[in-house]
């Protein structure tokens, strides 16, 4: 008997976490140390996402967030913001066909209704292309913050209680996390954040309570297979106990291998 401990979740060596979250930072600092406007960073930034994306996709990994926008990025200087727009709407321009022949999913999260009216509707028209693929999940981050998450959710289940005249609504965390931006998709196992700051920075807030952090100084555009693949091993090698001590899984898990 595991006596409700997840296993699989303490097995070391062997599992691939099956939703990765990156923050690709180094951006800026990557065009400035080339004599580069920034806007050349986030250019170069856009071929480590695809980069990204297709060796997540090969390597079986069922969901991967990239936080492209935060509700805090349209704070940064009026042009730079105005060339990233350019950039979402010109990478979903050429990527959309690819991604869908590869039967990739999109999804984007955030507050979509702050963009301009032709992004919006060219991500709806991504996300209804690509809805009913089968393969990787590609959730973009996009105007998403963590604490607009939570507060819209909060507000949802606000507005379901008074339509239902329920005054005693019972909010449990598996409810509350359906009506989270991210609702049907397993939080994140693996948190990534490229460019050596050691912050959340406002991302899934709610749904990394679990995940493991794994910080890489490498600049963004410089990302490549070969630093997912350390990140993915360095998570292979983390013991996950949610709560339990080391010795409950290690028993759990000699108790499985005996059963089997
Ligand atoms: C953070 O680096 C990066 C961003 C705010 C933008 C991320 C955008 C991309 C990678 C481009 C394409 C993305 C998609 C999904 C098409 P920073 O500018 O904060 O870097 P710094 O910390 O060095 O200043």
Request: proline share 2%; glycine share 8%.
């Amino acid at each position: 008997m595991n006596a409700g401990v997840d296993v699989e979740a303490g097995t070391v060596g062997v599992r691939m976490p099956k939703h990765i979250a990156i923050v690709m930072d180094g951006n800026g600092r990557w065009a400035q140390a080339k004599h580069l406007p920034r806007t050349a960073g986030h250019h170069a930034g856009s071929k480590a996402v695809r980069r990204t994306v297709e060796y997540c996709a090969q390597q079986g990994v069922e969901v991967l967030s990239l936080f492209a926008f935060s509700s805090e990025n349209w704070r940064r200087p009026k042009e730079e913001v105005e060339i990233l727009m350019r950039l979402f709407m010109t990478t979903l321009k050429q990527e959309v066909k690819r991604l869908n022949e590869n039967k990739v999913r999109l999804l984007f999260i955030g507050d979509r209704g702050a963009f301009s009216q032709a992004l919006q509707d060219k991500i709806k028209e991504s996300e209804q292309l690509t809805g009913e693929n089968t393969g990787m999940t590609l959730i973009i981050a996009a105007n998403y913050g963590g604490r607009w998450d939570i507060c819209q959710a909060a507000e949802r289940l606000i507005q379901q209680a008074v339509a239902n005249n329920d005054g005693h609504l019972k909010v449990t965390e598996a409810l509350f996390e359906d009506s989270l931006a991210t609702a049907g998709i397993a939080d994140p196992d693996l948190f990534i954040r490229t460019g050596g700051e050691k912050r959340i920075s406002n991302f899934m807030l709610w749904q990394m309570a679990y995940t493991e952090f794994f910080n890489s100084a490498v600049l963004w555009p410089d990302f490549n297979e070969d630093y997912l693949r350390e990140a993915i091993f360095a998570y292979q090698n983390r013991q996950r106990r949610f709560g339990h001590t080391g010795e409950q899984i290690e028993s759990a898990q000699n108790n499985t291998k005996n059963e089997l």
